[in-house]
């Protein structure tokens, strides 16, 4: 266990729902990273805070997906209008700044399936 | 483009062998090449990185080695137990201590008993 907590751990949705998944970072982590992850493939980042600023978005994340840290503390990836190609999985990971720059501590993830 | 990539899908080993994890990346400004491990049902966990004006650094049963020259990061595992059983990815963090992770495909490491 990491310290990161993610929730739900599975969500079955209908195409066209929308869906929130919540994570919950190590308490004195400042960053904090989401990521999508599909079947043997790696993590793909979608989004990135520092504190509760979003310092950085991928073109993956489009205008359907939307995060959120409100107080630096929880963040939030809504999805808007669900499609089955929406199905992975999502991952959270923190880490503080100053810490070993490539060592990001992973949530075990929000396993997304659109029917 | 920029990308991060395995060389093979997957890789099969007698328990007490060594293990070698190749990988090949292709953005050169790099600052970082990191490991990672995922074992099922679990998010990827940190193994070990390496800075880009390092060639080699050991960890505890790991190494990793760099080579600039041809662009290829690798892992090494010290007598290979089956808790080393995961899939591995390789990854690069861009240039700049602030840069988001970009992994590689997965390889999967299953050790014989």
């Known amino acids: ?115 | 483009g920029e990308s991060v990539g395995l060389h093979l899908p997957t890789l099969s080993v007698q328990e007490g062998d060594n293990s070698i994890i190749n990988c090949a990346y292709s953005n050169s400004a790099s600052d970082y090449f990191i490991w990672y491990k995922q074992e099922s049902g679990k998010g990827p966990q940190f193994i070990i990185d390496i800075r880009s004006n390092m060639d080699k650094r050991q960890g505890q049963r790991v190494t990793v080695l760099l080579n600039k020259t041809v662009k290829h990061l690798s892992l090494q595992i010290a007598a290979t137990q089956p808790g080393d059983s995961a899939v591995y990815f390789c990854a690069e963090n861009g240039a700049g201590a602030n840069s988001k992770l970009t992994f590689g495909k997965g390889i999967t490491l299953s050790v014989r008993p």
């Not at chain 1, 793909?44 to 979003?54: G, H, S, W």
């Not at chain 1, 669900?82 to 993830?109: H, I, K, N, P, W």
């Open chain 1, 1 to 115: 266990d990491t310290g990161v907590s993610q929730n739900p751990r599975h969500k079955i949705t209908k195409r066209g729902q929308n869906v929130t998944f919540r994570c919950d970072p190590i308490s004195e982590h400042n960053r904090l990273y989401w990521y999508r992850q599909t079947l043997g493939q790696g993590p793909e980042f979608l989004t990135y805070f520092q504190n509760e600023a979003q310092l950085e978005k991928s073109r993956l994340l489009s205008d359907r997906f939307s995060a959120e840290r409100p107080k630096g503390s929880f963040s939030t990836l809504e999805i808007q209008r669900t499609e089955q190609g929406d199905s992975a999985m999502y991952l959270c990971a923190s880490r503080r700044t100053g810490g070993v720059t490539g060592e990001l501590f992973f949530g075990e993830g929000s396993r997304l399936t659109v029917l």
